[in-house]
């Protein structure tokens, strides 16, 4: 457990060059035991949201944009919550890697279309799709953090497609 917090904490690298990012986490005063109840709490607000704004996508007349936000913030929080475990900093660093490049970019491009296709363009069908390449964006991202989650998933779907 003390490794997984070193990492996470990125105390557990031998670069100490960049003073801005000892200086912002010397001044985080939360414990871990803190940021991990923040991170469990900021990530089921995140999961709620998401089902939420699924079973409001029926109400009628505003149902689509309902469904639009909540997905949406759904998702930031769920994003958010990791900023409890590593900090925010860090999680900006790691966002722009370029093992994660590609899937950060193509989910804040459907946070951004989603709510485009709710608010101004009122297509549900839109809304709908944009979602799903969040959730998809989401859960590569995610996988980009576990060892050799990207290749098992490859070459699952190459098993099962060929």
Not at 11 to 37: I, M, P
Not at 78 to 87: C, K, R
Not at 129 to 142: D, H, P, R, T
Request: hydrophobic share 50%; glycine share 6%.
């Amino acid at each position: 457990m003390d490794k997984l917090k070193r990492v996470l904490t990125g105390q557990d690298s031998n670069d100490n060059t960049n003073v801005l990012s000892e200086a912002v986490s010397d001044a985080t005063s939360l414990g871990w035991g803190t940021r991990v109840k923040g991170f469990i709490a900021c990530f089921a607000i995140g999961v709620l949201c998401s089902i939420l704004g699924v079973c409001l996508l029926w109400v009628p007349r505003n149902g689509l944009v309902l469904f639009a936000v909540f997905y949406t913030l759904g998702n930031i929080s769920a994003i958010g919550s990791t900023f409890f475990l590593m900090g925010p900093l860090k999680q900006m660093k790691k966002m722009v890697e370029p093992t994660r490049a590609i899937a950060t970019t193509v989910m804040l491009v459907s946070l951004i279309l989603t709510l485009c296709s709710a608010f101004w363009w009122k297509n549900k069908g839109l809304a709908v799709l944009f979602c799903i390449m969040q959730f998809f964006a989401f859960a590569w991202y995610s996988l980009s953090f576990i060892p050799f989650a990207r290749d098992a998933v490859k070459s699952c779907f190459s098993v099962c497609l060929s």
